[in-house]
């Protein structure tokens, strides 16, 4: 490794060396380096190119430059550059000017006063004008959002598409697979049960032309919504949908009640038929929808702007390439004229299919308008929080924002998570990152759009992989998982402007913090306001104190988490205690080159007595072995005993389910984003075997039924 290839990756943020989940040192290899700087445009294959290259870093990151955004605190002082001293006003609409002159402080760097109130505000000064991001001190906490001190409160978590709702006519029936109106079902199911919050899983836009990609943190674009889950009957009205569906046919309502009826989605004729129904509703939508509706959608198209109108572009263009003889796989093998949606080939599509490019922001309006309906039945069955959306941590790279924002995005590279003990061969999941030189740039427009697009039908956020706000472990194009490195982004900056979109939705987030998490990086989320995620088969004691198996008391887990049996990626209660994910790992050639089933399936043996002792002991339990049955109740009770402020119960623990959403690395072995619920979202919670398994959830946490 030369020193200045050392250097360069060091300037962009690159780190040469880290240590794995065994606490191991590694090195990441030069050519890694290099294929990453070049993902950069910070091209490293020959001294000559690492001198520009840290020339044009150095440049970029200049101190005398002003940068587009600068991001604070509210009521504390901040530090600008050299070049800014003299004169500043700050202004915001209906705020009152700020004014003063920025004179140099302790460090010798001039300073000004940040104002009370968080916001956004306009900074103007000698060396120009720029956006200044207050940020509140922390994000809203669950204390504050319930107006209850020492909140203790419960939800559920929801995969959308695996919830039902089985109804006499196919108007109100989920059709293969959840929707937005099933959620709504849930939502006021669950807030009637005494349930704060329903967390859901992604619904970012996926592919109207490819069914066949349904992955939800694998989305097209995680500024729009997957239309697919609309629920025209919401917004419409029943006789439009009734209308549409007589229009379709006998043979293609037999098609959505055979759909309903299976166990397993197929994704892409289930897709394919709400698709048909919502074009007809469309062609129906000139003469059948009355003021308030062309009002409404007009508003929403109007208040899409540039974005909508490039999603819906992608849309139509996907839609037409896909029907080609030799259709093209990604935006990138479109015809050169295609590949820039500012192109004059692109407008004059665009021109000439205005009747494609309306449909996709009248199913968008759609969603929108079905996905706030959810929420609002949720606030009004007395729920405090409501839905927590998910923010996936990227998006394909075949996709509408890869190609509607191409100047925000690494380049061939994806993000993935490095070699850990639960996927020894590491992962590459195939995502777009943002890079962290485009966001500087732009103020860091892109994450701001991400989180208010997130948060506009929600009370809470869910932000994925939350480490990537600190690092993300990258993988050059074509590498095996393991062989990508760290890129470093700036978490405080980030985690401010978390804060600060939180304040002004009146929204909680969390952060999955789950994975080889740099040191320091809890603390920052706390000092920020955000939640992590306490789950039950990660919270054991250090293996020094009882051993290797030993789970630790309720009491000792974290307090500024949400506490929760599992996640979408992990064993569902039954399946761990029945070993059901091993089963699969095995069957599947999952385990790792040092991992064998019979060694496995011992060790959860120890793991599963060493729960019950813990479930036990707090709950003062006679000294009897592991059930054989999974005592679903005694371990959520385990779990709700927690001084989180919330808990959240996955549904397919509350409804018993054996098979986790997902199993990564699994491909088409494994029916990944598929199951469904076996109970209708409108009563499950009413089942007497629900019922006895949250008692604990609605005895320990939050208000009564």
């Known amino acids: 490794m030369s020193a200045t290839l050392s250097e360069l990756a060091v300037a962009a943020g690159l780190a040469e060396h880290w240590t794995d989940a065994r606490h191991q040192a590694c090195t990441v290899a030069p050519d890694t380096l290099r294929a990453l700087l070049r993902a950069m445009d910070l091209p490293a294959d020959s001294e000559a190119d690492i001198h520009d290259s840290r020339a044009r870093l150095a440049a970029a990151h200049s101190e005398a430059r002003l940068p587009a955004m600068l991001v604070t605190v509210a009521g504390t002082t901040l530090r600008l550059p050299a070049a800014c001293a003299g004169r500043y006003e700050i202004t915001a609409p209906q705020s009152a000017q700020l004014a003063g002159r920025a004179v140099a402080g302790a460090s010798g760097l001039p300073e000004l006063p940040v104002p009370a109130a968080p916001g956004y505000y306009t900074l103007a000064l000698a060396a ?18 319930l107006g209850q001190p020492d909140a203790r409160a419960w939800g559920l978590a929801t995969q959308v598409y695996s919830l039902r709702r089985p109804a006499p006519d196919l108007v109100h029936a989920t059709h293969g697979f959840g929707d937005f109106g099933a959620l709504r079902d849930l939502a006021a199911s669950a807030g009637a049960a005494g349930a704060d919050a329903l967390a859901i899983s992604p619904v970012h836009a996926m592919f109207a032309a490819d069914p066949a990609q349904y992955s939800p943190y694998s989305p097209s674009s995680r500024l729009f919504l997957n239309t697919l889950y609309a629920d025209p009957a919401a917004v419409l009205g029943d006789d439009a949908v009734r209308a549409a569906l007589a229009h379709l046919g006998s043979q293609a309502q037999q098609t959505l009640q055979t759909l309903e009826a299976q166990d397993l989605i197929d994704w892409p004729q289930a897709a394919r038929a709400r698709q048909r129904l919502l074009r007809q509703l469309h062609r129906d939508f ?6 308030r509706q062309r009002q409404a959608l007009q508003a929403f198209r109007d208040a899409g702007g540039q974005d909508l109108r490039d999603h819906a572009l992608f849309e139509a263009l996907h839609e037409h390439l896909a029907r080609q003889p030799a259709a093209p796989g990604s935006w990138t093998e479109w015809p050169a004229g295609l590949r820039d949606p500012r192109s004059q080939a692109a407008r004059a599509f ?12 009248f199913a968008q309006w759609l ?21 927590i959306a998910d923010l996936a941590i990227g998006a394909s ?16 590279a994806s993000v993935g998570a490095p070699p850990d003990i639960h996927n020894p061969l590491g992962q590459a999941w195939g995502l777009t990152a943002l890079s962290p030189q485009a966001l500087r740039e732009t103020g860091y427009a892109a994450f701001i759009a991400l989180l208010r697009a997130s948060l506009a039908q929600a009370g809470g956020l869910r932000i994925d992989h939350i480490l990537g706000l600190a690092r993300l472990w990258l993988v050059p194009d074509g590498a095996p998982a393991g062989d990508g490195a760290y890129l470093r982004y700036p978490l405080r900056t980030l985690l401010r402007l978390a804060a600060l979109e939180a304040w002004r939705h009146h929204a909680l987030v969390i952060g999955e913090n789950l994975g080889t998490v740099p040191e320091g990086f809890d603390e920052a989320l706390h000092d920020h306001g955000l939640l992590g995620m306490d789950v039950l088969w990660f919270m054991r004691e250090p293996p020094a104190a009882r051993g290797a198996a030993a789970f630790k008391a309720p009491g000792a887990w974290p307090v500024q988490a949400a506490a929760m049996t599992t996640t979408h990626d992990l064993p569902t209660l039954e399946g761990w205690w029945q070993g059901r994910d091993i089963e699969w790992r095995n069957n599947l050639a999952l385990l790792g080159p040092q991992e064998r089933e019979t060694d496995l399936r ?33 371990l959520l009770a385990f779990v709700a005993a927690a001084p989180c402020p919330l808990a959240l119960v996955p549904l397919e623990d509350a409804t018993g389910t054996l098979d986790q959403p997902n199993l990564p690395g699994a491909g088409a072995g494994y029916p990944n984003w598929r199951q469904r619920q076996p109970l209708a979202a409108a009563g499950c919670l009413h089942d007497p075997a629900v019922r006895e398994r949250l008692a604990p959830l609605r005895s320990l946490r939050g208000r009564k039924a």
């Open 128 to 145: 120009g004008t720029t956006t200044l991001a207050v940020a509140p001190p922390r994000a809203p906490t669950l204390a504050q959002l």
């Open 286 to 291: 000139d003469h059948a929808a009355n003021s």
């Open 350 to 361: 665009a021109q000439a299919h205005g009747e494609a490019l309306d449909f996709h922001v």
């Open 367 to 387: 969603a929108g308008a079905s996905l706030a309906q959810a929420q609002q039945a949720a606030r009004q069955a007395g729920m405090r929080v409501g839905l």
């Open 397 to 412: 790279p075949a996709g509408s924002h890869a190609w509607s924002h191409q100047a925000e995005l690494m380049r061939r």
């Open 602 to 634: 011992a060790q959860r043996d120890a793991d599963r007595d060493s729960l019950w002792r813990a479930v036990r002991d707090h709950a003062h339990l006679p000294p009897d072995p592991a059930p054989a049955q999974t005592p679903v109740a005694a």
